[in-house]
């Protein structure tokens, strides 16, 4: 089973980036999936998840109103559309789901390994 995130990159302050979370060896519309980063001296967070079975998304405070979460099931992927970033954005971003005994409600409980996680900086 592997989680690759991918669209990192360096972005402006005020501008955007999707990020995408791509899953071999799982279906992620059974899994709760949730948004991660951690910024440099920083414990990795929750910023973001979406349930399995509803789809109900939940955003940290640092974050909402400016990023969204969503599903794309036919291509087994969920995005993050991250707009009007801000410095404070710049971290390692990863996604992850809970695990098949979960309740596929948020936030996720982490399951597996992490992957590399995609970079994004933002800065003038």
């Known amino acids: 089973v592997q989680l690759q995130a991918s669209g990192g990159g360096l972005v402006q302050p005020g501008g955007s980036l999707r990020l995408s979370c791509a899953a071999t060896g799982r279906t992620l519309r059974y899994y709760a999936v949730g948004w991660f980063r951690q910024a440099p001296g920083k414990e990795r967070e929750e910023i973001s998840c979406?349930?399995?079975?509803?789809?109900?998304?939940s955003y940290s405070d640092s974050v909402r109103g400016r990023f969204s979460i969503a599903r794309d099931n036919a291509r087994n992927a969920v995005y993050l559309q991250m707009n009007s970033l801000k410095v404070e954005d710049t971290a390692v971003y990863y996604c992850m789901t809970d695990s098949p005994l979960d309740d596929g409600l948020c936030p996720v409980k982490p399951f597996g390994s992490w992957g590399q996680g995609t970079l994004v900086t933002v800065s003038s």
């Open positions: 979406i349930t399995s079975r509803d789809g109900i998304t």
